[in-house]
Antibody
Framework: QVQLVESGGGVVQPGGSLRLSCVAS????????MHWVRQAPGKGLEWVAL????????DYADSVKGRFTISRDNFKNTLSLQMNSLRVEDTAVYYC??????????????WGQGTTVTVSS | DIVMTQSPLSLPVTPGEPASISCRSS???????????LEWYLQKPGQSPQLLIY???NRASGVPDRFSGSGAGTDFTLKISRVEAEDVGVYYC?????????FGPGTKVDIK
């Protein structure tokens, strides 16, 4: 079945780095744009980054621009988020999500279960 | 950035009764292509979010027809014709007009 599985979360000190992965299965990964969305403890949803299906274009929320990098490997069906210069406020559950409808860049129709990132000294 | 607001923030509902959530954007979500780039998501307790509505009024695949989206420009509404117990959770609107997508604060729906 269509599935996204995130991994790579953990505890890291402020200023540190972490790399998240999201493995896709059950669909033609290279045909879909992909998002990262996060949710701080007890808070709402915050969009983080988007990468187009071909991987040649990406965009970021201002809060992570210059620190996070989204990438993908369409041969390995894998989406990644490299997170550098981490801050306490980056603590959150990070979800990957698929752009499900070609008419919009949103339309996040498949979500992973999330991976937890904790930034703390 | 476009700011999204929702009301109410908390909505106690009675099973079998209708329910409605309002979402407003700080600028029009009507694109030159005639579509309104507004989406609705539901996050059930302990689960990942799920897409309900995209482009203002299109139900996502598998979404029950008791859910409907309407509105245009800056004012949008999500309606549940007859609430079921499984509909509890937090409902978010989100604009998809441009990258730098933003979500509303969420409306928590629970059973009275």
């Amino acid at each position: 079945q269509v599935q996204l599985v995130e991994s790579g979360g953990g505890v890291v000190q402020p200023g540190g780095s972490l790399r998240l992965s999201c493995v896709a299965s059950g669909f033609t990964f290279r045909g879909y744009g992909m998002h990262w969305v996060r949710q701080a403890p007890g808070k709402g949803l915050e969009w983080v980054a988007l990468i187009w299906h071909h991987g040649n274009k990406e965009d970021y929320a201002d809060s992570v621009k210059g620190r996070f990098t989204i990438s993908r490997d369409n041969f390995k069906n894998t989406l990644s988020l490299q997170m550098n210069s981490l801050r306490v406020e980056d603590t959150a559950v990070y979800y990957c999500a698929r752009v499900g409808y070609g008419a919009t860049l949103g339309g996040m129709d498949v979500w992973g279960q999330g991976t937890t990132v904790t930034v703390s000294s | 950035d476009i700011v999204m607001t929702q009301s109410p923030l908390s909505l106690p509902v009675t099973p079998g009764e209708p329910a409605s959530i309002s979402c407003r954007s700080s600028q029009s979500l009507l694109h030159s292509d005639g579509k309104n780039y507004l989406e609705w998501y539901l996050q059930k307790p302990g689960q990942s979010p799920q897409l309900l509505i995209y482009l203002g009024s299109n139900r996502a695949s598998g979404v029950p027809d008791r859910f409907s989206g309407s509105g245009a420009g800056t004012d949008f509404t999500l309606k549940i014709s007859r609430v079921e117990a499984e509909d509890v959770g937090v409902y978010y609107c989100m604009h998809a007009l441009q990258t730098s997508f933003t979500f509303g604060p969420g409306t928590k729906v629970d059973i009275k």
